[in-house]
T-cell receptor
Framework: DTAVSQTPKYLVTQMGNDKSIKCEQN?????MYWYKQDSKKFLKIMFS???????INETVPNRFSPKSPDKAHLNLHINSLELGDSAVYFCASSHLAEETQYFGPGTRLLVL | QKEVEQNSGPLSVPEGAIASLNCTYSDRGSQSFFWYRQYSGKSPELIMS????GDKEDGRFTAQLNKASQYVSLLIRDSQPSDSATYLCAVNVRNSGTASKLTFGTGTRLQVTL
């Protein structure tokens, strides 16, 4: 009965590669988010989608491109991975009208 | 100045004591305030939300908000070893109809000792 799920859980890759992370929620929410948590545990929002429409787009390198095929899914594609991209990436979801966000288990990305 | 500030800790309290976690924020337009708990290697989990000045109690947890001082705190009574985690303060400045954009502090690590 996983509410917000992410795949993969761990991702180890070389600099310069392109990778994708997938997120799915079965809570019936209409809004989904991507957060990045760095090595100092600082959690920062990157993007948000509402009903497949991008509504929050923070200052993030163009190498990061989110895609929402439907309101239950939000993917994150990262091009030309850099060492500094190593972090835990969390997906979250909520109803637009509410503020409680539910987080997925995270994807631990390590760029070598 | 950071938007949401917390003491990183660790804050060490003995089992059964009251743990007091503090958070200050810079944006006076902030409307909603949240405390998330994050165990090591896990995702953040919402434990309290507060929207108006004063205290809000839920079991062993009490959130306190003072908008004039731009200060929000979390008290944990009868602290248990299972409360040992990082506590993240989050603040939302929300415009009507837009998404909930949470700004997080860096978290306070709480250690409850036996």
């Amino acid at each position: 009965d996983t509410a917000v799920s992410q795949t993969p859980k761990y991702l180890v890759t070389q600099m310069g590669n392109d990778k994708s992370i997938k997120c799915e929620q079965n809570l019936g929410h209409d809004t989904m988010y991507w957060y990045k948590q760095d090595s100092k545990k600082f959690l920062k929002i990157m993007f948000s989608y509402n009903n497949k429409e991008l509504i929050i787009n923070e200052t993030v390198p163009n190498r990061f491109s989110p895609k929402s095929p439907d309101k239950a899914h939000l993917n994150l594609h990262i091009n030309s991975l850099e060492l500094g991209d190593s972090a835990v990436y969390f997906c979250a979801s909520s109803h637009l009208a509410e503020e409680t966000q539910y987080f997925g288990p995270g994807t631990r990305l390590l760029v070598l | 100045q950071k938007e949401v500030e917390q003491n990183s800790g660790p804050l060490s309290v003995p089992e059964g004591a009251i743990a007091s976690l503090n958070c200050t924020y810079s944006d006076r337009g902030s409307q909603s305030f949240f405390w998330y708990r994050q165990y090591s290697g896990k995702s953040p989990e919402l434990i309290m939300s507060i929207y108006s000045n004063g205290d809000k109690e839920d079991g062993r947890f009490t959130a306190q908000l003072n908008k004039a001082s731009q200060y929000v705190s979390l008290l944990i009574r009868d602290s248990q070893p299972s409360d040992s985690a990082t506590y993240l303060c989050a603040v939302n400045v929300r415009n009507s109809g837009t998404a909930s954009k949470l700004t997080f502090g860096t978290g306070t690590r709480l250690q409850v000792t036996l």
